[in-house]
């Protein structure tokens, strides 16, 4: 399952899997390994060579003995296969967004245009350097929703496509 | 001395120039764009500036709209950091017109260390040894072919108006060249707006070592021990260290010779700083920045000389506070950059609002920042945040402090370049001081990066403690406690928020 995380006001997208080794879990897109057992008040997870004890209460984790404050503003699906920065609205159809924000540099698909999974659709610079967004499958464009030049935003579309 | 001066930069460096200008009695004034309205760096000043828009072009690199907050607010010199206009020969020109003092290197000296053929030229003749290469920029492919097979392969196509590692293009086999050559030249073209190249010799292993310099107004000059700076990617430098664990005394005083020798030969004057690579024992010229360095600190904390406060007297006149005599370095100092970039996503960069923010303290630590708290990381601009400067009596001790500091450090909200610092620290090459420029890349350090650091274990232990919380509805499959979790989520948020939406507080509680 995915949900979001905040800790201390720090939000951080969580992915938990249970697998015959314990649990997997992906913090914000890196893999860690855990095992969680539960003792009378608290529980204890290990990771690698370390065992941290956790007691939850209300909004407070207390993660060896320090206190944290934890939220969990969102629950998404349990669709855990959704590929990243991808939201598909139906199943054919996926909305491309940006890993970051920043400035459009150019576009290198039109309307129209099928492309291959991981063919660059948009050059996006940020803190100086550009960055390559690809399409996350074989699709069609059916629409682009920013211009050369414009400033994005990281939740912005960039583009729509028809999974082919 | 000056009374008023200009800062006509941003982030940690516009901090780190105000707080000697504002220790020698100068008032200080700041410059900001439209995106860092509310930076940091505009509280380290007397006052400052509105130049612009977000975009460089548009304010920290608008010459005459720094002119203009330079003439609206009496300031008497501007201090350009680096980057941005600190390197610009038109910009020192422009100061020089309108009676502001740069402090900086004269305009002729900036566009001769500007041009890398000019400067290559410019030290051979003055009988330093220069890296293998061809002093003339590069027609066209067939010219390319013909001067990489003399040179012999690999040969490396730089930006003969570059700087950065930008432009610089490695080839391997002939079969490459051609599309090196075309591709390095429209880099070239659309960072520098010049698309000449010019072919070096490309030297396996080497390490990067560089000589800081202060010339004054009449010439006198001071060469500081070298730092080494062979922890790079792409041609960036991540991690420096003084002195070089590779450097003998008898070639450091060649070093330092030479590199005062080659400025002082092309006119220079102020901060400057020759770059070689030294390899097989011995070294060879690359280029000259002409500007105070990002890993200027680590020269300030072995020697104890404020590398900017040296600045602002050869700008003024004042004469240089230091000699090359009395000049001493104690210990070993080593910097990390912290940027905000993704080392566990191919270094991607990671703008953002910073929710939590403390630095690590302790003995022979140094911190410059330009970040707090509730900071914006615009990604319109470069992506450092912070530097990390440890010193100690040995290398050993340096490092060990750096281990303890960048685990001590704590920056929520963007990633940072903290967790490869993290693993390069323990990595036994660099504990022996085996250093090379290309390390990062064939030691697969980022590749074997596996976490981002003690915060992201502490928040995968938590979603693990909620995920087993609501466990008991959780099949072998991916059916895990969601009700549990939901239904705590929404009493959370009835609690708190009233139902609102996303809730993340802009500050986080130590």
């Keep these: 399952m995915r949900f979001r995380l905040v800790v201390d006001g720090d939000p951080h997208d969580v992915e938990v899997t249970s697998g015959a080794r314990g649990l997997e879990l992906k913090i914000d897109g890196v893999a860690y390994r855990a095992e969680a057992k539960r003792t009378a008040d608290a529980v204890v997870v290990r990771m690698g060579r370390k065992s941290i004890s956790i007691r939850l209460s209300g909004d407070r984790a207390i993660v060896d003995g320090s206190a944290h404050r934890i939220e969990v503003p969102e629950v998404a699906d349990v669709d855990v296969q959704a590929p990243d920065r991808v939201a598909a609205g139906s199943a054919r159809m996926a909305e491309v967004r940006p890993p970051m924000p920043g400035r459009i540099v150019r576009i290198l698909v039109q309307e129209g245009s099928r492309v291959r999974k991981g063919q660059t659709l948009v050059v996006l610079e940020a803190m100086k350097m550009q960055n390559e967004i690809p399409a996350p499958a074989d699709a069609i464009v059916r629409e682009i929703r920013v211009a050369e030049g414009e400033s994005v935003t990281g939740d912005r579309v960039v583009a729509s496509l028809e999974i082919v | 001395m000056f009374r008023r001066l200009l800062i006509a930069n941003r982030g940690e460096i516009a901090i780190r120039v105000a707080r000697t200008a504002r220790q020698l009695g100068i008032h200080c004034i700041g410059v900001y764009s439209e995106a860092d309205r509310t930076a940091l760096h505009r509280l380290a000043m007397d006052e400052s500036v509105d130049i612009g828009r977000a975009a460089p072009a548009q304010s920290y690199l608008n010459v005459e ?58 030290m051979r003749e003055v009988g330093i040894p220069v890296t293998a290469g061809v002093d003339r920029v590069v027609r066209t492919v067939e010219d390319a072919e013909g001067l990489a097979a003399e040179l012999g392969y690999p040969v490396l196509f730089k930006a003969t108006a570059g700087g950065g590692g930008i432009g610089m293009s490695r080839v391997d086999r002939p079969e490459d060249l051609a599309a090196a050559f075309e591709s390095a030249g429209s880099v070239a073209r659309a960072n520098f707006g010049n698309p000449d190249l010019l072919l070096e010799k490309y030297v396996r292993r080497a390490r990067h070592v560089e000589v800081q310099v202060l010339l004054g107004e009449g010439g006198e000059g001071v060469g500081f021990v070298e730092r080494e700076c062979s922890v790079q990617r792409r041609h960036q430098k991540l991690v420096e260290e003084t002195p070089s664990p590779a450097v003998t005394p008898a070639l450091r005083r060649r070093l330092i010779e030479a590199a005062v020798r080659g400025l002082r030969a092309v006119g220079f004057r102020n901060a400057g700083t020759v770059e070689f690579l030294l390899h097989g024992g011995r070294f060879t010229f690359n280029e000259v920045n002409a500007r105070l360095q990002v890993e200027h600190p680590i020269t300030e904390i072995v020697t104890g000389v404020d590398l900017v406060h040296e600045q602002l007297r050869i700008a003024a006149r004042d004469g240089l506070g230091v000699s090359q005599s009395e000049l001493r370095s104690r210990g070993h100092a080593i910097e990390c950059r912290i940027n905000a970039e993704d080392p566990l996503r191919n270094f991607l960069p990671s703008p953002g609002r910073i929710v939590g923010y403390a630095e690590p303290r302790g003995p022979g630590l140094r911190v410059d920042s330009g970040v707090a708290a509730g900071s914006d990381v615009p990604p319109t601009y470069d992506s450092l945040v912070a530097k990390l400067v440890a010193h100690g009596r040995t290398r050993d001790t340096a490092i060990r402090r750096m281990q303890r500091a960048v685990d001590g450090f704590r920056i929520h909200g963007v990633r940072t370049t903290l967790p490869f610092h993290r693993a390069l620290l ?57 009700s549990s979790i939901s239904r705590w989520a929404l009493a959370g948020r009835q609690e708190r928020f009233g139902g609102g939406g996303h809730a993340v507080s802009p500050r986080r509680r130590w």
């Design chain 2, 65 to 122: 709209g720094i002119l203009r907050a330079a003439e609206a607010t009496a300031a008497e010199a501007i201090h350009p950091g680096y980057g941005f206009l600190s390197e610009n020969p038109g910009f020192a020109r422009r100061c020089e017109e309108e009676g502001i003092v740069f402090v900086g290197p004269p305009a002729r000296a900036l566009a001769l260390s500007g041009d890398k053929i000019a400067s290559r030229t410019a």
């Design chain 2, 426 to 482: 323990r990595e036994p090459a660099f504990a022996r001081g085996a250093l090379w420029t290309t390390m990062v890349a064939d030691l697969r350090i980022v590749e074997r990066l596996k976490s981002r650091g003690p915060w992201e274990e502490t928040v995968a232990a938590i979603a693990a403690a909620l995920a087993v919380q609501g466990r008991l509805a959780m099949g072998p499959a991916l059916d895990l406690g969601r």
